[in-house]
């Protein structure tokens, strides 16, 4: 894949969050118009919710005041979203992007160095991106990729368990919120974490290609002490590192509980 394709591909996976995280304040706002009393909203609060939504009642609450209810509502779902999104567009997926765009090009020059000088300038390019990556994950591994990580497992499980197993028992409105979370999990799980394996992956490429080059070079023993000393790149999450099995163990680790939980359902 070429790096245009690559990058335009991290442009429409950011906005594609970013058209995400607009588009759940205004399912909200269908779904409370059509059910105003859904909980937790604050309109199920009222002990007298279901005769407020009906006609007679709907003057003496006040039009007004349900319109300002709803519309506190929706801009409060409207911050949480797109602060909470803001952290995966433009702290994860750009990070990610950037890392790759960096090994790509450096694999491109590994290809084109013929010579030992440029063997060392490319190995301390290699060191550089060491500190990036240890800067990248010391601000990730202790607070977003945790959170993102349990967040979007939980949505995964919850919402296609509501859809499988409840749907019969929701309204429309609030099943199209539960399939839009679904959706938009299931993108993280299997999009995100991939592409943050792709770092690992790639890494263990480009050090591979090093001792490939390193064959026929002069300063063998050096430039082979120089190559031992680089560590093989990752996202890393606690103690380890997401590599390609990653995606596939979270949505193993998803099948299990929905699979689980709709037995229990059953019988």
């Known amino acids: 894949m070429s790096s245009c394709l690559v990058e335009e591909f991290h442009k429409m996976l950011i906005m594609l969050w970013e058209f995400s995280s607009m588009l759940f304040p205004f399912l ?29 009642t709907l003057q003496s609450f ?10 506190f509502q929706v801009w409060l779902w409207f911050h949480n979203t797109y602060a909470g999104t803001f952290w995966l567009s433009f702290i994860v997926q750009a990070g990610i992007a950037c890392l790759l765009s960096y090994l790509r090009v450096l694999a491109r020059d590994i290809c084109k160095t ?3 000088r440029g063997m060392e300038n490319r190995l301390k390019s290699y060191r550089s991106f060491q500190v990036l990556e240890k800067m990248f994950n ?39 919120l539960f399939l839009a979370l679904g959706f938009n999990a299931a993108l993280v799980n299997i999009i995100t974490y991939t592409l943050a394996s792709t770092v690992n992956t790639r890494s263990t490429q480009i050090l591979r290609s090093f001792r ?22 990752g996202v890393q999450f ?22 689980s939980l709709s037995l229990l359902v059953v019988n």
Request: positive net charge; proline residues 6%; aromatic residues 6%.
């Open 28 to 56: 909200v706002l269908g779904m409370l118009a059509y059910s105003p009393c859904s909980p937790p909203f604050i309109m199920s609060m009222f002990p007298n919710c279901m005769e407020i939504q009906r006609s007679e």
């Open 62 to 71: 006040g039009l007004w005041t349900q319109v300002g209810i709803q519309g």
């Open 114 to 116: 013929q010579t030992e």
């Open 138 to 176: 010391a601000f990730l591994k202790a607070r977003i990729l945790p959170a993102l990580l349990i967040g979007t497992i939980s949505m995964n499980i919850l919402s296609v368990f509501v859809c499988i197993s409840l749907h019969g028992e929701i309204e429309i409105s609030g099943l199209l």
């Open 212 to 233: 490939t080059k390193m064959v026929g070079m002069r300063r063998k023993s050096e430039l082979r002490r120089q190559i031992a000393s680089c560590s093989v790149l």
């Open 238 to 259: 606690g103690s380890n590192f997401i590599d390609r099995g990653t995606p596939l163990v979270i949505q193993d680790f998803c099948l299990n509980p929905i699979v």
